[in-house]
């Protein structure tokens, strides 16, 4: 049976970064990939030139979800303030999320760890797992975590907090 896979993440890239090998696995096998994303990912920082890195970042998005054969559900990508999501309800967030669920009803989910340093990528971490808390005629698998090496190995300074996967998929 084909699959309906969600990938919901933080930024634009974080996709490609974090499962982009899962991402291909999944294309591969004939399954239907979507991914959402809450920030634009420059937000934050290069103040200065933060619309043309804003356009770069999306128009680059794009290219990837063409060349590893996902989609982006871009009405459930929103812009939410960049590095500054802990300033977001947790509501707003899972809300997001909750429409693309209901919209494609995926088999399998896939987001940041929980424990990443990053503070975007811990919140839809969060807001992922509460989307997809266990309800009545729910059709999900499972929910699988990736890490950002640029930000999840850096959990390690949290007691019992590192990343340690447990789950691989052979290409």
Same mark, same amino acid.
């Given at each position: 049976?084909?699959?309906?896979?969600?990938?919901?993440?933080?930024?634009?890239?974080? =996709?490609?970064? @974090?499962? @982009? @090998? *899962?991402?291909?696995?999944?294309?591969?096998?004939?399954?239907?990939?979507?991914?959402?994303?809450?920030?634009?990912?420059?937000?934050?920082? /290069?103040?200065? +030139? $933060?619309?043309?890195?804003?356009?770069?970042?999306?128009?680059?998005?794009?290219?990837?979800?063409?060349?590893? @054969?996902? $989609?982006?559900?871009?009405?459930?990508?929103?812009?939410?303030?960049?590095?500054?999501?802990?300033?977001?309800?947790?509501?707003?967030?899972? $809300?997001?999320? =909750?429409?693309?669920?209901?919209?494609?009803?995926?088999?399998?989910?896939? +987001?940041?760890?929980? /424990?990443?340093?990053?503070?975007?990528?811990?919140?839809? *971490?969060? *807001?992922?797992?509460?989307?997809?808390?266990?309800?009545?005629?729910?059709?999900?698998?499972?929910?699988?975590?990736?890490?950002?090496?640029?930000?999840?190995?850096? *959990?390690?300074?949290? $007691?019992?907090?590192?990343?340690?996967p447990n789950f691989f998929l052979d290409n």
């Amino acid at each position: 049976m084909k699959k309906r896979v969600l990938i919901c993440v933080a930024h634009p890239d974080d =996709e490609t970064i @974090g499962c @982009g @090998g *899962a991402i291909a696995h999944h294309v591969k096998n004939k399954d239907k990939v979507y991914c959402i994303y809450m920030t634009n990912g420059v937000g934050a920082r /290069h103040s200065n +030139t $933060k619309d043309n890195l804003i356009y770069q970042r999306k128009k680059n998005s794009l290219l990837a979800s063409k060349i590893l @054969g996902f $989609k982006w559900l871009l009405d459930c990508c929103v812009n939410f303030p960049d590095n500054r999501m802990d300033k977001v309800s947790l509501l707003d967030v899972v $809300k997001i999320i =909750e429409k693309a669920k209901k919209k494609i009803i995926p088999h399998i989910i896939y +987001t940041h760890n929980p /424990h990443d340093l990053n503070v975007d990528h811990k919140i839809v *971490a969060e *807001a992922t797992l509460t989307a997809f808390r266990p309800q009545a005629k729910e059709v999900w698998e499972k929910i699988l975590a990736f890490e950002i090496p640029s930000s999840t190995d850096f *959990a390690y300074f949290k $007691k019992n907090k590192s990343f340690q996967p447990n789950f691989f998929l052979d290409n």
